[in-house]
């Protein structure tokens, strides 16, 4: 067996599974189980991975030491590759097959066809016309929403031919479709406030911030840190690219006499202006278009759909009697998790398939856009204030999926005796 040609193909499993999506701790354990499977002592299999770094180092049979490192630069969700390459990961367990069979199963999964152009088109309108109603907006907004998501798509694809920087991509595609929300919708036909809000769902990094501080929480301070600090930087770029067409938005006020003013309410206030039905309805819809955006299997979409429309639900009806938002958001983020776990186990995929579609409509996509726009604004009080709820929120899901993840490692461990690698 050539073992370093053996740590080449894992590491390359191990870095798609990365780049797909994968949670860090599960790809970490992954190339442990892979190596130790090929008579490699697990105790001296040791891996250290954070979002743009894999090390690994082990002693094979004989007693060689063998380290490879891999620089991650790239970073394209897909969760049903990341389904398929964990499937592999267990194949490679439990059968061991030879190097040449091994890579013929990787450059299978890695052909597999993605969703249609035209699923992608459809997935992202969908996420931007949902949550426009979500957050407040009428059907109207959400249709103007819809439409503006499919010129981002569009966007995206054109715009990545010429640089594929995402940062830049990202701040380029917010300042071109916020002015052209600006422009097509100044007459007052539609808010362009929640259309902005809408696209932003597109582009903004909630779920990167929350999984960031889930991250810290589960001990892995160098992998949140640097999710945390891309998040930031990302609303940054969001930010800047937002700036110049809400600005625009408010030159037109003053010289119109429009009134494009947002009601300065907080997350749970809000929630209670619209029928429970109506907001349960596109967070399903949201989820299933986010679900699909990330190139999720169209069974798995509508679990996730389901699972965030439920998680609303829950939310809800918590806040309607206890008040609040955190509480009420650790309770919703708990069903979440353990959700995510059973359809795991159902499906045979990862869990976090499950939790990263179900738990979007928890993330403070709305409040990170009132922090930039309070910003703009020059209101600073309130940008704090929006600030302050969008950590409460990710903090709140963080606390509730961690709850979760650490009784599934209880579960685990005693449903094996206890054995570390069982």
């Given amino acids: 067996m050539d073992y370093s040609k053996l740590l080449q193909n894992v590491l390359d499993i191990a870095e798609e599974m990365l780049v797909a999506g994968a949670e860090v701790n599960r790809v970490e354990e992954s190339v442990e189980r892979m190596i130790s499977a090929y008579g490699c002592p697990f105790e001296r299999v040791n891996v250290f991975i954070i979002t743009t770094n894999i090390q690994c180092t082990f002693e094979d049979p004989e007693g060689n030491i063998i380290t490879q490192i891999r620089r991650v630069k790239r970073n394209d969700t897909n969760f049903d590759r990341l389904d398929y390459l964990n499937d592999l990961s267990r194949y490679i367990c439990e059968n061991t097959p030879d190097l040449q069979e091994m890579r013929a199963r990787y450059l299978d999964i890695m052909g597999r066809p993605q969703h249609t152009l035209y699923v992608k088109y459809l997935s992202a309108a969908l996420v931007a016309g949902a949550f426009t109603v979500f957050f407040g907006g009428s059907f109207f907004d959400g249709l103007c929403a819809f439409l503006i998501g499919l010129i981002i798509v569009f966007l995206q694809r054109y715009l990545r031919k010429f640089n594929e920087n995402q940062l830049a991509l990202t701040f380029t595609t917010a300042l071109i479709s916020g002015f052209i ?18 696209q932003i769902m597109l582009l903004i990094p909630g779920l990167a911030f929350t999984n960031a501080i889930r991250d810290m929480l589960l001990g892995d301070i160098a992998t949140g ?10 609303a940054g770029a969001i930010g800047l690219g937002v700036a110049p067409p809400l600005a625009l938005t408010k030159l037109f006020a003053r010289l119109f006499s429009m ?16 029928l429970y039905a109506v907001q349960i309805v596109m967070a399903f819809l949201g989820t299933l278009g986010y679900a699909l955006m990330i190139n ?25 009697f206890a008040g609040g938002f955190f509480i009420p958001t650790v309770i919703a983020a708990v069903f979440v998790g353990f959700y ?3 359809m795991a186990r159902k499906n045979k995929a990862p869990a976090t398939i499950f939790i990263t579609s179900s738990s979007i409509v928890m993330v403070p996509g709305s409040a990170l856009y009132y922090f930039i726009e309070r910003l703009m604004d020059a209101d600073y009080v309130q940008a704090l204030e929006y600030g302050r709820a969008a950590l409460s929120v990710a903090v709140a899901i963080s606390v509730g999926l961690v709850f979760t993840a ?10 094996s005796g206890g054995a570390k690698h069982a």
């Fill in 181 to 198: 929300t600006v422009i097509l919708f100044s007459g007052g036909l539609a808010d362009m406030n929640y259309i902005l809000i809408g």
């Fill in 406 to 415: 650490i009784i599934n490692r209880y579960y685990l461990k005693i449903r």
């Fill in 296 to 320: 999720t299997s169209r069974r798995q979409s509508i679990l996730g759909g389901l699972g965030g429309a439920a998680a609303w639900g829950i939310y809800l009806l918590l806040s309607e």
């Fill in 225 to 234: 840190s640097v999710r945390l600090l891309n998040a930031l930087v990302t």
């Fill in 340 to 342: 995510a776990e059973i």
């Fill in 259 to 274: 009134d494009l003013s947002i009601p300065i309410l907080s997350f749970a206030e809000r929630t209670g202006f619209y």
